[in-house]
Structures are given as C-alpha cells and as structure tokens.
C-alpha cells in the first residue's frame, strides 16, 4: 500500500471546518483514499473514502487532487466529540490495511 | 452497526499461562485482522488472514499465534504470557478495505 503522511497533531476550534490534510504522493491507480478514526481506546472508526472524485457523507467530506496525490478530510462543525487520531490510508486490492502515526485532532471549545 | 465480537473485554492473568483471544464476525467477511496497540501510541498489525486456512504475520513480530478454521472465527493464542505481552488487542473484519472493529480486548500480564 502507498505510503502516507499526516501531520502529527491539530488544532482546531469548536464550530468551525477541521482541515485535515494526507499526502499519498506514491498511490497507484487501484488505490483508494480511505480515512478512520480512533477516540480514546476503541477500535478506529470508518469515515469516509474515495478514488478520485470528492466524497461526502453525513460525517465528512473527503477532497482529493487531481493528480490523487494528497487529500484532505473536512469535518463542516468540529464539536469536542470530534477529538480523535485521524488515519489516512492508501489501499487497493488484496492488500494488508496498516495504519501509521495519523494526526491528533484536538478540538478546542 | 457491525457485527463483530471480541471476548473477554478485560483479562488480567499470571505469567506462563495460556490464553485466546476470540474474535468472531457474521458478516460473513473473507478477510480479518489482528492489531496490538498500546496506550497512546500507534496501532500495529499482527497478524491477517484472507480466508479460511490462510494466515499470515503482520508488520509486528508477535509471539501469538491465530488460526482460520470458519469464516466467522478468527482467535489468536498466546502460549506462554508474559508482561511484554500486556496490551490491547483489536480484531476487525473487512469488506474490500473498509474495516469494522471489534471492542477490543485490553491483556494485563502480571
């Protein structure tokens, strides 16, 4: 699987558009952008993912360049439920899902 | 909501003794996983199977052990525990790449 890379930690305050950004600058074709989540010590969370094309759903909205090689997961009102490790991956076809560092979202009131 | 199970929750058990962890889904999912984390810090991948009888080790080296005899059941043993072995442990299951996680179980090794 392609090799991402996140900030470490982020601030962002209570209200307002979290920007989280992944550059994924070695994905191949098959790969797709997936982006989890882990609040404190329970099992990380899907949010959303996509190929190409900008994605959202009730939780997020993914954006993803066109040339595929970085992306960013918007989250429209962070609330301090929000606060969480954010995981960028980058996957495709019988691969193994491995997770990095990711970035600390800490969502401030 | 996913259907996938992990027992116990908590285990807290002397050192030397053998112990399974077990992980079931029914979902039907071909492929599953097995991840160690420790507080705080990153989630690593132990050991994954596509299917039944397929397994194989992950990015970790771990002294467990799994197996892959039903779709739905996924366990993963530990011979001998030992203190280093005191960690959470997560199983989770997946369609295509999107994975669904069990509650985890945390290992205290005393």
């Known amino acids: 699987d392609a090799k991402t890379t996140q900030p470490t930690s982020m601030d962002c305050a209570e209200g307002r558009a979290a920007n989280l950004p992944c550059n994924h600058s070695?994905?191949?074709?098959?790969?797709?952008v997936y982006w989890y989540r882990q609040i404190h010590s329970q099992g990380p969370q899907y949010i959303i993912h996509?190929?190409?094309n900008n994605e959202t759903n009730e939780m997020a909205s993914l954006i993803i360049t066109e040339d595929r090689k970085s992306s960013t997961l918007i989250l429209p009102h962070a609330t301090l439920r929000d606060t969480a490790v954010y995981y960028c991956?980058?996957?495709?076809?019988?691969?193994?899902?491995?997770f990095g560092i990711g970035t600390k979202l800490q969502v401030i009131p | 909501e996913a259907d996938i199970y992990q027992t116990p929750r908590y285990l807290v058990i002397g050192t030397g003794k053998k112990i399974t962890l077990e992980c079931s889904q029914t979902?039907?999912?071909?492929?599953m996983y097995w991840y160690q984390q420790d507080p705080g810090m990153e989630l690593h991948l132990i050991h994954y199977?596509?299917?039944?009888?397929?397994?194989e080790k992950g990015d970790l080296s771990s002294e467990s052990t799994v197996s892959r005899i039903r779709t739905e059941h996924f366990p993963l043993t530990l011979e001998s525990a030992r203190p280093s072995h005191t960690s959470q442990y997560l199983c989770?299951?997946?369609?295509?790449?999107?994975?669904?996680f069990g509650s985890g179980t945390q290992l205290s090794v005393l």
């Open positions: 989770a299951s997946t369609l295509n790449e999107k994975l669904f």
């Open positions: 996509g190929l190409k």
């Open positions: 991956i980058a996957i495709g076809g019988y691969q193994k899902v491995t």
């Open positions: 070695t994905i191949s074709g098959n790969e797709y």
């Open positions: 199977s596509y299917g039944v009888n397929s397994t």
């Open positions: 979902m039907g999912h071909d492929k």
